[in-house]
Each structure stands twice: as C-alpha cells, then as structure tokens.
C-alpha cells in the first residue's frame, strides 16, 4: 500500500522565519509531488508542483525533491501569519490519476 | 469562472436515506474525483473519472457509485446512507492525465448522518 507520512505538528515559528515541512513517501515509482495548503473549514489549495529532483522556486514558496531518498519538502520564507493553515502532501504513482495523501502537518505562525 | 462547485454545502440525513452530490465544473478538465476527509485519517479518494464515459473505483468506494454524466458533471450517490459516511465529501477536477496529474478542489459538502 502507497504510504505518504507527514508529522502532524503542529509546526510553531514565529513571524518571519522559515518554517519547513517534511514528507516521505513509499513507492518508489512515483512521479508527480503536490503540497495544498488546507484553511480550517476549507478546502485543499494547490501551492506546488514538483516533478523533478531538486528546488522550484515560487515567491516565499520553494519545494525540494529528493526520489533517492523518497522524500519532499516545503520550505515557507519570511512566515506570515495568514500562512498558519495544514498543509498536505500528496503523491502520484507512475501511470495512476491516484493521488496519496499524507494526513498533513498544521502550521501556526505566531505574531 | 467558477471552478468547480458542488451542491450542496450542507446535508443532515437519516440512517438509510439516499442522496446524491453534485459536482460541476468549467475548467475544462478530463478528469474528476470524489474524496473524502475525516479528522485522523486525511483525505481518501473514493471514485474518479479519467474522462467522460469511464469511472473507476478509488481506495474507500463501498457504499457509494458515481455517474460522469458529461465533460462538465461528475455526481456521486449514497444509495443507503450510514453514520460511518458523515464526513466532508470534496470533488475535485485533473489538469494533465496520468502520472502528473493536477487536481484543483471544490469547496466540499458536509455531510451528517444520524
């Protein structure tokens, strides 16, 4: 069984720091890497995509991939408040529409 | 623009009655999804649509089925509903096709059963 672990927090850091989040995955096949950004009471947001090994780049935003080691991160610069939400990881196999979600990890940026 | 919507937001429904959930969208898009999310358990697909006229079961699908009805809606039924369904039900639509895949989601629908 396709397996995605994320901790679940929840992540503290203060306003203006790096906040980073971790995720592993089990199939080693695997070839297309989310992270959503989840609001209480609402609904998945895409923020990345990630395909390849290495860092994407996106404002504040910059996701790493590393397939050898089956693991993907998201790092957040300069936190703001409005960032503390859960964040989910999700994880597509070779060939499949099937995503796996990881059950998230709940950021809290404090002021 | 409005994405994707589903209809309705909310639902309280008794042990045993049916109903179904709406989920419409305007992106375009070949592929839809039904998932489900409970507290604990994150979020779980339950039907998908690759494109219209094909639907495939997902990781929880017992209790429910689906209709692609065309391009735009993708509908999904509880013919008997039970207290072990009550969670938020998100639909969501795919950019790109297998493998890499983009998903985009709707706004949910809570549903309760009592």
């Known amino acids: 069984q396709k397996e995605v672990e994320q901790n679940s927090g929840p992540l503290s850091v203060p306003e203006g720091a790096i906040a980073s989040l971790n995720c592993t995955y089990s199939d080693r096949v695997s070839q297309s890497f989310f992270w959503y950004r989840q609001y209480s009471g609402k609904s998945p947001e895409l923020i990345m995509s990630i395909y390849s090994n290495g860092d994407k780049e996106d404002g504040r935003f910059t996701a790493q991939l590393n397939k050898a080691s089956q693991y993907v991160s998201l790092l957040i610069r300069d936190s703001q408040p409005s960032d503390s939400a859960t964040y989910l990881c999700?994880?597509?196999?070779?060939?499949?529409?099937?995503?796996?979600f990881g059950k998230g990890t709940k950021l809290s940026v404090i002021p | 623009n409005a994405g994707v919507t589903q209809t309705p937001k909310f639902q309280v429904l008794k042990t045993g009655q049916s109903m179904t959930l709406q989920c419409a969208q305007d992106m375009n898009h070949n592929s839809m999804y039904w998932y489900r999310q409970d507290p604990g358990m994150g979020l779980r697909l339950i039907y998908y649509s690759a494109s219209e006229g094909t639907t495939d079961k997902g990781e929880v699908p017992n209790g429910y089925n689906v209709s692609r009805l065309n391009k735009r809606e993708f509908s999904l039924r509880l013919e008997s509903a039970a207290p072990s369904q009550t969670s938020v039900y998100f639909c969501?639509?795919?950019?790109?096709?297998?493998?890499?895949?983009?998903?985009?989601f709707g706004p949910g629908t809570r549903l309760t059963v009592l």
């Open positions: 969501a639509t795919g950019a790109g096709g297998p493998s890499t895949d983009t998903q985009y």
């Open positions: 999700a994880v597509n196999g070779a060939g499949s529409y099937q995503l796996t």
